[in-house]
C-alpha cells in the first residue's frame, strides 16, 4: 500500500492512503442527496424559490438557511455570511463551509413544461438569459435567481438519451 505524507499549516503528519483504480471498491454514490445555492438575502431567496417555482419549504432557520424538497432531493439555500461561521449547536457539529460568486443548479422538466415556465418566471419579472437546444436536441433555459445564481430548466435527455 502507498502512502502519501501531506504536511500541513502546522506541519503535523497526515498519511493518506492512495487507492490504484485496480483496488479501489467497486464503491459510489447512489445519487445527489442535496445541493447547495448561497443567497445572503433569504426573503428574495425565499420567494423565488418558495413562490416563483412553488418549491415545498422543508424548514427555514432565521437567517442562516432556508431549505427546498425538489423531488427525491433537497436544495438547501445558504446565507454565506452566517455558514461561514459553522454550526453553534454542539449535537449537530455541521463544519463551516460558503460560496463566492455565483453558483448553478439545474432543475428537470418537459418540452411543454419549459414553455411554461419561460411564461411564469417572465410574468415574475425573471427574464429568460438563455433559451438554446443543445448539439444533443435538449432544449436549456436560463434564469437568474435573485442572488445572481444561475438557474437552469432542461430536458432530462441533456444527460439521459432515453430520457
Known sequence: MLYVLIMSDQNAPNPTPELSPDSAPALRPEGVLEAALYAPDLDAAEAFYGGVLNLEKITRIN???????????????????????GSSNPDLPV?????????????????????????????????????FHWPNGARSIYVRDPAGNSVEFAEPRLWFPDA
Open 95 to 131: 463544519p463551516p463551509h460558503g460560496s463566492e460568486g455565483q453558483g448553478h443548479v439545474c432543475f428537470r422538466a418537459t418540452a411543454a413544461q419549459l414553455s411554461a415556465w419561460v411564461e411564469r418566471l417572465t410574468a415574475a419579472g425573471h427574464p429568460v438569459e438563455a433559451d
Open 63 to 85: 437567517d442562516r438557511h432556508v431549505f427546498y424538497r425538489v423531488s427525491d432531493t433537497v436544495l438547501l439555500i445558504f446565507n454565506p455570511n452566517r455558514t461561514v461561521e
